[in-house]
């Protein structure tokens, strides 16, 4: 068996007046690959997650799963596969989450600690300060200090 194998999603996508080539590793397919090449692909992403007990627990929970649609939805993965775990390891469950429907599952059921279509906008936003500041050649360093409510780019 190869430990080096591993599947990779390439895709153009557009976010706001941004377009875009991008590429990441995704865990697995479900079911074999389309003959078609433009029929897409059953992509599966694969996580962990400690078993929620309370309701700080729901919050951290909310907040990785934030992580968990933005990768995937990103890369068009259709499908992530939780395996909730105990504190020492054990596998306790597996919950199946469409990707698509993820932040509605959030708006609609959860704590309300994010919403998609604020992080979408949020990320046009940001790529068009981007595209609108970088210029030239050379390292740009983009940050957002602590508190505070501004992103600088030098």
């Known amino acids: 068996m190869d430990s080096e194998a591993q599947y ?3 895709v153009t996508t557009g976010i706001g ?5 991008l590429g990441g590793e995704v865990d697995a397919v479900l079911g074999a690959k389309p003959d078609n090449p433009n029929d897409a692909i059953p992509w599966v992403e694969l996580k962990t997650a400690q078993q929620p007990a309370t309701q700080k627990d729901d919050v951290k929970y909310e907040r990785k799963l934030l992580k968990f649609w933005a990768q995937s939805f990103l890369l068009g993965v259709p499908k992530i596969v939780v395996g909730f775990r105990s504190p020492d390891g054990h596998l306790l469950k597996l919950v199946e989450h469409e990707t698509q429907k993820i932040p509605s599952v959030v708006k609609r059921q959860g704590q309300g600690t994010w919403d998609g ?3 979408i906008n949020f990320a046009a936003a940001m790529l068009e300060f981007i595209k609108d500041t970088v210029k030239g050649g050379g390292v740009w360093r983009i940050q957002r200090r602590q508190k505070d409510g501004f992103i600088e780019a030098f």
């Open 8 to 10: 990779c999603s390439i």
């Open 17 to 21: 007046g941004t377009s875009m080539i």
């Open 117 to 119: 279509n604020t992080c």
